[in-house]
């Protein structure tokens, strides 16, 4: 390899395995999410709302907000007084190495990416410190597919396939 060689921004970060999105689910339940809104309408509140009713610890960051669905809101990780496991990132792509970086500052155990929230570099920066990373996936959505309850609180299908009905 060329000692001299600086990384490739087109190196492309495998996506999570169902087994590392389960394990993640499974044994991570402290959730800083950040970006949370208060607005009912924003996919943030939704996923929140969501996860909460299905027993994770919610800890909103949003320097907006003082609160948000009842829960002290913090303007930032390192303002959070408590051992986090997983960032949940609902911000734009461009600020995802600045919360990596402080994801790792605080001693987080997992990055989530939302949909959409895609950025290689960082992820696989997260990677190399020990970081789980799951990148273009609502953990909502991933939730109710391990658990069941693709119908509570949106995407109300009520029906999980990849045939067409007949």
Known sequence: MNENAKPCSLR????????????????YRTVAMVGLSDNPYRPSHFAAIYMKTEGY????????????LGLKCYPD????????????????PEEV?????????????????????????AAFKAKQHGLKVVMDRCMKIEHARFFGGLHIIGL??????????L
């Open 12 to 27: 492309q970060f495998p996506h999570a395995s169902f087994e590392e999105i389960l394990d993640i689910l499974k044994n």
């Open 57 to 68: 610890r919610i800890i909103p960051v949003n320097p907006r907000y003082k609160e948000v």
């Open 77 to 92: 990780l390192e303002s959070i007084p408590e051992p986090v496991g997983v960032v949940d990132i609902f911000r734009q």
């Open 97 to 121: 190495p600045a919360l990596v970086d402080s994801a790792l500052e605080i001693g987080a155990k997992v990055i989530w990416m939302q949909l959409g929230v895609i950025h290689h570099e």
């Open 156 to 165: 109300n299908t009520g029906i999980v396939t990849s045939r067409k009905l």
